[in-house]
């Protein structure tokens, strides 16, 4: 988790469920260590112009080319495995999104989201206004007349990856079973770096 001294100007990480008030810090986390690999090593996909072919070969830059990733850049990374405890809001559910719809109107109409649905909230709609669904979240009441843990959703990165964004000042949130260095043989990285054309060099 950042430190306090790495927040934007906006109070903020920069990171789709982050406090807009900067009073609580969010842990990003994955069901299934593939999606977790590829929610981290997706900002060193080769982007569209160098897939599509349209990026220039003129210039020497610096730094890994597109697609490549140093192997020692692993030695700086950990995968954990822990078990989420308390209700988590699951943003992708039909009444969460008719209860964000309700009680954020006047902010969705003001980002110029002119309705919600689940596409919206997962693809288009603007950074800033996720993170201040987030902040309803965390005031709001869980069925069990708690506060909510935090966050489930879906993955931009695909359907079949179950996201979390825990809420770091919510009691108990969860429970760490072990943490470890990531192997560069792990079949889950493996997986993920054929799946983001990302290759290790």
């Not at 993955?155 to 996201?163: A, C, M, V």
Request: charged share 20%.
């Amino acid at each position: 988790m950042p430190d306090w001294s790495f927040a934007r100007p906006d109070k903020t990480f920069g990171n789709r469920w982050d406090d807009p008030l900067g009073q609580y810090r969010v842990h990003y986390a994955c069901s299934q260590p593939v999606g977790a690999y590829l929610e981290r090593l997706a900002p060193f996909r080769p982007d569209l112009f160098a897939v599509s072919g349209l990026a220039s070969i003129a210039g020497g830059g610096s730094g890994a080319p597109p697609g490549k990733l140093p192997t020692s850049w692993l030695k700086g990374q950990m995968l954990g495995e822990a078990v989420p405890n308390g209700e988590y809001a699951h943003l992708g559910h039909s009444r969460s999104l008719a209860f964000v719809r309700t009680t954020l109107a006047a902010r969705l109409v003001a980002y110029g989201v002119t309705d919600l649905d689940a596409a919206t909230i997962r693809l288009s709609t603007p950074r800033r206004l996720t993170q201040e669904i987030s902040r309803k979240v965390y005031e709001a009441t869980a069925p069990s007349g708690s506060r909510f843990a935090g966050i489930r959703y879906a993955s931009r990165l695909g359907d079949e990856f179950d996201n979390w964004a825990i809420f770091e000042a919510t009691p108990a949130v969860f429970q760490i079973i072990g943490v470890r260095p990531i192997d560069p043989l792990d079949p889950d990285l493996l997986e993920a770096l054929d799946i983001l054309e990302i290759e290790l060099y």
